[in-house]
């Protein structure tokens, strides 16, 4: 079983719609968790950063994370065909200058 | 303002040879981390360096790879007699020294072994 667990998608939208990317895991040492969106043959791009259970907004992206579940989410409202990359999630035991765990990714596609 | 750089993008290298990396982290970062991403597959952590110190390789393979981080200048990932499973993608991330656990990932390097 992987650490970190991530449905590889395809995930295909029509634009405005409401998206839903979820992280399951199975190390309760996990303190902080981070989304990233990476482009095609790009570098992976930090969206969000969350170090407790709860929501975090900003934008159009909210972060969710449910310790107790081992489950955490990525919402994107009014999604846009620019969104369409593969959504990287990662996880950290909450010390500087430790490596990340990543799930495998989903790839979203938004279709205009 | 500029972010992690990473070069080469793109590095062709025939079984045997020997490939070189090369990271500079942004600017007030000094702690670095390199990932490898295979085709179809998530980020997979190899080594994490401060200035001249390997604190972690946990995650390197025990033969032909090496990593520094040198006083001056970018820190470089050493692949020698490379292989074809060596091909993938090769990422560089950096986080700053002082309450930074986040890390910006720079463009990557992509290696094809013919």
């Known amino acids: ?22 992280c399951t895991y199975s190390n309760s040492a996990f303190q902080y968790f981070m989304w990233y969106r990476q482009y095609s043959r790009k570098g ?5 950063y969350t170090y407790s259970s709860g929501n975090k907004e900003d934008g159009r992206f909210t972060a969710q994370v449910d310790k107790s579940s081992k489950y955490i989410s990525l919402f994107i409202r009014d999604s846009q065909p620019s969104d369409s990359a593969t959504y990287l999630c990662a996880m950290g035991l909450g010390n500087a200058g430790t490596m990340l765990t990543f799930g495998g990714g989903t790839r979203l596609m938004v279709k205009p | 303002n500029a972010g992690v750089m990473q070069n080469p993008r793109h590095l062709v290298r025939r079984r045997g040879q020997e ?17 490898r991403q295979l085709p179809e597959e998530g980020l997979k952590f190899m080594v994490y360096l401060q200035k001249e110190n390997i604190i972690d390789e946990s995650g390197m393979p025990k033969e032909r790879f090496s990593a520094e981080f040198p006083k001056e200048g970018p820190s470089i990932l050493r692949i020698q007699q490379v292989v074809r499973g060596d091909s993938a993608a090769y990422f560089c991330a950096s986080s700053p020294a002082l309450g930074g656990d986040t890390q910006y990932f720079g463009p990557g390097t992509r290696l094809t072994v013919l």
Do not use: F, T
């Not at chain 1, 991530?6 to 995930?11: A, F, K, V």
């Not at chain 2, 070189?20 to 990932?35: A, I």
């Open chain 1, 44 to 48: 992976p791009e930090l969206l969000m």
């Open chain 2, 19 to 35: 490939a070189r990396l090369r990271c500079s982290p942004m600017k007030g970062h000094s702690h670095v981390y390199w990932y």
């Open chain 1, 1 to 22: 079983q992987k650490e970190v667990e991530q449905d590889p998608g395809p995930l295909s939208v029509p634009e405005g719609a409401i998206v839903s990317l979820n």
